[in-house]
């Protein structure tokens, strides 16, 4: 019980250490992550692999169907964009493995080609005035919308970055991340990554990877979840239910992969990329919540991660926004058990 009382009090106080501040992960080796400067910073495609990439960019039916699917055609009529696109994806005989983006297994390739949907683009343009993906909008806002330039889909680049240098820097044994570039559209009139005329080339994880369960996640070690609680909290991964992999040997393989690692609705150039030091706070709050829940009723391993998370720099930064940090702490103790001494 008095455990328990001085815990409350010093987290009233804000005062679970005092950490310098960090540095929010906004850059790759000291040059910061910007529209201008993240298809220089991402590496080029290998030349054995443009090779095949141009031949199939060229073929006809390929041309077609990125030139439908990554403009914005039918601005901002999303419904009406995703309906002709799935025609022409169809059409084409390709199989969609996202539901609001576009993420395809080229035929002839290990690689996947990942595209931000029609609805992900029109709610970053929403948010640049004050209005989140729920609520609603009116007709004056509707008629006002104009297409500005967003960056969802170049954002998986940016993670890519984030968390290479990451896994160097920290010697993630347990991380890997999939090799991934960027590369115009056939239409891209100049060098502009925005959403209107880039896609993601990613290579295919590999094919004895499994999506992670709780069963899987029982069984990884410490070691495993270190790296990971480091990844998520040092990249600010926020959605991960979706792309995180466990192979055959518990080598954790996170990965853009159907919801993928793109920055929340949020890609518009005042925002991009973590330049909203809140938002990233925000998101590293929102991906260990998924963390949490995916650990479910293994109390030895959410008490570790509990532990993992109260000890590392971000938590106890000066920067970390009260609100956010507050909705981390109560989560803490509705989804880890409580030591005896620490119930009142």
Do not use: C
Not at 227 to 235: N, T, Y
């Amino acid at each position: 019980m008095y455990k328990a009382y001085i815990t409350l009090i010093l987290l009233t106080l804000g005062t679970y250490g005092f950490a310098a501040d960090v540095q929010v992960p906004d850059s790759y080796q000291g040059q910061k992550i910007t529209p201008q400067s993240l298809f220089d910073l991402t590496p080029q495609v290998p030349e054995e692999v443009q090779v095949r990439l141009t031949q199939w960019i060229s073929e006809p039916k390929t041309t077609k169907l990125l030139n439908q699917l990554i403009p914005f055609n039918r601005f901002p009529n999303w419904r009406g964009q995703m309906q002709l696109n799935t025609r022409v994806l169809q059409a084409a005989g390709d199989r969609n493995t996202s539901q609001l983006n576009y993420v395809l297994k080229i035929p002839t390739m290990d690689y996947m080609v990942k595209i931000s949907g029609p609805l992900n683009r029109l709610q970053s343009i929403l948010i640049t005035k004050g209005i989140w993906p729920g609520q609603p909008i009116s007709a004056a806002v509707a008629r006002s919308l104009k297409v500005i330039p967003t960056y969802q889909t170049a954002s998986r680049a940016a993670y890519y970055l984030i968390l290479k240098e990451l896994i160097d820097k920290k010697g993630l044994k347990h991380i890997s991340v999939p090799e991934t570039h960027l590369v115009f559209a056939p239409h891209a009139p100049e060098k502009d990554i925005q959403d209107e005329y880039v896609f993601i080339l990613q290579k295919a994880i590999p094919q004895s990877a499994k999506k992670i369960n709780s069963t899987l996640a029982k069984n990884l070690s410490k070691n495993a979840i270190q790296d990971l609680v480091e990844a998520i909290i040092g990249a600010g991964l926020w959605n991960i239910n979706n792309n995180i992999f466990v192979d055959n040997n518990n080598k954790m393989h996170i990965i853009i992969h159907l919801t993928d690692f793109e920055q929340p609705n949020n890609s518009h150039p005042d925002n991009f990329f973590h330049k909203d030091k809140g938002r990233y706070y925000g998101n590293a709050r929102a991906g260990l919540e998924e963390l949490l829940n995916l650990f479910q009723g293994n109390d030895e391993q959410l008490i570790y991660i509990k532990e993992l998370i109260e000890d590392h720099p971000v938590f106890k930064s000066g920067d970390f926004p009260p609100r956010h940090k507050q909705e981390l702490v109560n989560i803490l103790k509705q989804k880890v058990p409580q030591p005896e001494d620490e119930i009142e």
